[in-house]
């Protein structure tokens, strides 16, 4: 079983929010290091959050640009 999808897009936007950045200025980030065959828009990154298709390497990258790091714990 999955996590809800409004949860992941809920948890990545609260830590957006929190570290002060916008979704435009992230994607202007994410762009900068991408072709511009690579480059995407606020509107697909916030589509693919809604939809809960959004890449583990773009979640990692906008992780990285935020200051946080995605982190793996076994709770068992």
């Known amino acids: 079983m999955?996590?809800?999808?409004?949860?992941i897009r809920n948890e990545i936007k609260a830590y957006i929010a929190a570290s002060g950045w916008?979704?435009?200025?992230?994607v202007a980030k994410m762009n900068e290091s991408r072709s511009i065959d690579?480059?995407?828009?606020?509107q697909n990154i916030s589509n693919k959050l809604t939809?809960?298709?959004?890449?583990?390497s773009e979640v990692k990258e906008i992780a990285d640009i935020i200051?946080?790091?995605?982190?793996?714990?076994?709770?068992?």
């Open 51 to 56: 939809r809960g298709t959004i890449k583990y």
């Open 2 to 7: 999955g996590i809800p999808t409004n949860s």
């Open 22 to 26: 916008s979704l435009v200025d992230i």
């Open 38 to 42: 690579e480059q995407t828009t606020p």
């Open 67 to 76: 200051g946080f790091k995605v982190v793996w714990v076994n709770e068992q």
